[in-house]
């Protein structure tokens, strides 16, 4: 076992290692290539051509194929994963999300039923899809759902974090992650007023959708065990910067039983397992730590969360990930504030063990330069 996955696995047991770790989670085309030193075919001037619109607008009525995106899925997790190895990272949450089922030149559906427009990062590429709406209307529209895509999800993570974890894995501490959490992926399918009725209205079919995908998720960490990977990271955003979206006894009610399934699972694989939530999440940390999880990453300072507060309401019971800002600190800032920021953060938060050092989300107009002034930070003030 190399020192960083050494490092890595001390604060996921809340133990101190020979020093605290930095992870990356950076899903931004622009800054991978950079850091590889790659250059890509910048999709938006092409996307913008109007006949290569109606070419994508005539393929998304009649002969719409997703083998093209799985096959670039694939090749863009490896590279990300090479981009964190280069770096210098000790551990990486990688996303491997191959869920397209339909689209045209201005939006696609995903095998979950939710339907997303394209973005893009002002440099030409491709940036995270924006939710627009969901599928899902009732009972009868969940039973005609065509899940085909849902099913081949698992053959197709394992695949990609295999070849990750064959190459990288000596290196770096892969955290392979999910296509959405439970909370996310059933309430994004029907619509947030929808589902908040369906809480009321028709909690049967809450349940049954719940349960199938916590059906699918611990499939899933099936696959990424047999890929080689140490752990896994659940993305499942339940809080808003004043707090958690649902009452916490509702999120129990709907969603306990499917967190306490996922990480048992995880845990009887010989995997640890993270949540990352943004929002204050000061309400739910408890929670998440009974429910079974190793970490918690996001951890906002823009959602008002302080880490030592964060650190005191862990009380040793869950690792803390992240809380490295990436409004200011991770885009145009100084790097004496870079540095600040991140010695600041061990201070609150790495004593005794279980803190990862980690910028709290990803988008486009994040430095390279300022993310090689956090790792070089995490270096110089994070010895034990």
């Excluded at 950076?26 to 109606?54: D, T, W």
């Excluded at 739910?284 to 190793?294: K, R």
């Excluded at 991140?342 to 609150?348: G, L, N, P, S, Y």
Aim: proline share 3%; net charge negative.
């Amino acid at each position: 076992m190399s020192a960083a996955h050494d490092r890595v696995l001390a604060a996921l047991e809340n133990r101190e290692g020979d020093r605290v770790p930095v992870m990356d989670m950076m899903v931004e085309f622009a800054n991978i290539y950079e850091i590889l030193g790659k250059r890509k075919l910048k999709l938006a001037p092409l996307m913008s051509n109007q006949y290569v619109a109606r070419a994508m607008d005539f393929a998304g009525a009649h002969a719409f194929t997703t083998l093209p995106l799985d096959f670039a899925m694939d090749g863009f997790t490896y590279d990300r994963t090479a981009a964190s190895v280069k770096m210098g990272y000790d551990c990486v949450w990688v996303g491997h999300v191959p869920i397209w089922m339909s689209g045209d030149s201005r939006s696609m559906i995903d095998i979950y039923g939710r339907r997303w427009e394209y973005t893009f990062d002002g440099r030409g590429n491709l940036g995270t899809p924006m939710y627009v709406g969901g599928m899902i209307d009732g009972p009868a529209t969940w039973s005609a759902w065509d899940k085909g895509g849902i099913f081949k999800l698992p053959a197709k993570n394992n695949r990609a974090y295999a070849r990750c974890q064959k190459d990288f894995g000596e290196e770096l501490y892969i955290m392979g992650g999910f296509s959405g959490g439970l909370y996310e992926v059933v309430w994004q399918s029907m619509g947030f007023e929808r589902f908040v009725l369906c809480t009321r209205k028709e909690k049967a079919l809450l349940h049954r959708m719940i349960d199938f995908y916590t059906d699918l998720y611990c499939v899933i960490l099936e696959a990424m065990a047999d890929a080689g990977l140490p752990a896994a990271i659940y993305s499942d955003d339940l809080a808003y910067r004043s707090g958690p979206m649902l009452n916490p006894r509702t999120l129990e009610e709907f969603f306990g039983d499917g967190h306490r399934r996922i990480t048992e699972t995880a845990h009887s694989l010989g995997m640890k397992i993270v949540i990352h939530s943004c929002g204050n999440v000061y309400d739910l940390i408890g929670w998440f730590a009974d429910s079974g999880f190793d970490g918690v990453h996001a951890l906002e300072p823009t959602a008002g969360v302080e880490l030592a507060r964060a650190k005191e309401i862990a009380a040793g019971r869950i690792c803390l990930l992240g809380n490295i800002d990436v409004t200011h600190i991770l885009v145009d800032a100084s790097r004496d504030e870079v540095f600040e920021a991140v010695r600041q953060a061990i201070e609150d938060a790495g004593t005794g063990g279980g803190y990862i050092v980690a910028p709290t989300n990803s988008h486009p107009q994040m430095s390279v330069q300022r993310l090689r002034w956090m790792i070089e930070a995490t270096r110089q003030y994070g010895a034990c």
